[in-house]
């Protein structure tokens, strides 16, 4: 049962550390609240945890020598599939939210595009078009009553789920990378300890 505790700790310290590593980046890029970002986080950082539990079975399991150049290659991999989802994450961000209030913004909100606006909204842009960013509508409009719910129901889900790729897969580059250097760190450890031979 200590084991069960000790392996417990020190995986949710482990995916702590991640999430608040560089100042705690991942958390601040998250969605807005709006998409059900904590509902997103919270289930995002158990299956963070559970690859890196998996991915230190598995380094418990392969000697660490014979297997290096396959976490090296594993962590390569999922690096690079992290690339095109920090692009389109990004994208989606840039695209599918906005900072509120417009005098002095200070959080993000979800959008859809302005074709999904609801007849209300089309009909404030039209008459006020000086005032027809998404901010200004949400100042002078009920948010829910902005935009199609359908438009943003499909923005929240694209917002979700590039984070996820994002972060599940600079997880596991990070995780087997550290298991990669970790094998060499314990073989140099050992070649230190040896006694020279006379």
């Given amino acids: 049962m200590n084991d069960y505790k000790r392996i417990a700790t020190w995986g949710i310290e482990v995916v702590a550390f991640l999430f608040a590593a560089f100042g705690g980046f991942l958390t601040r890029i998250?969605?807005?609240d709006q998409t059900g970002a904590s509902y997103g986080v919270g289930i995002l950082s158990f299956l963070v945890l559970i690859v890196l539990l998996i991915v230190s079975a598995l380094a418990r399991q392969w000697p660490s020598e014979t297997h290096r150049k396959r976490w090296i290659a594993g962590g390569v991999v999922?690096?690079?599939?992290?690339?095109?989802?920090?692009?389109?994450?990004?994208?989606?961000?840039?695209?599918?939210?906005?900072?509120?209030?417009?005098?002095?913004?200070?959080?993000?909100?979800?959008?859809?595009?302005?074709k999904d606006r609801t007849d209300l909204a089309?009909?404030?842009?039209?008459?006020?078009?000086?005032?027809?960013?998404?901010?200004?509508?949400?100042?002078?409009?009920?948010?829910?009553?902005?935009?199609?719910?359908?438009?943003?129901?499909?923005?929240?889900?694209?917002?979700?789920?590039?984070?996820?790729?994002?972060?599940?897969s600079l997880a596991t580059a990070i995780f087997c990378l550290i298991e990669a250097n970790a094998g060499s760190d314990k073989k140099n450890a050992d070649e230190t300890l040896k006694p020279n031979a006379v």
């Fill in 122 to 168: 089309q009909n404030w842009a039209r008459q006020h078009p000086n005032e027809a960013s998404p901010a200004d509508l949400e100042a002078n409009l009920p948010y829910e009553k902005i935009w199609k719910p359908e438009s943003i129901a499909r923005a929240n889900r694209r917002l979700l789920l590039t984070y996820g790729w994002v972060v599940l």
């Fill in 30 to 32: 998250a969605p807005p």
């Fill in 78 to 114: 999922c690096f690079l599939l992290a690339l095109p989802g920090a692009v389109l994450y990004y994208g989606a961000w840039e695209q599918n939210t906005y900072s509120y209030p417009p005098e002095q913004p200070m959080v993000r909100h979800v959008r859809a595009s302005d």
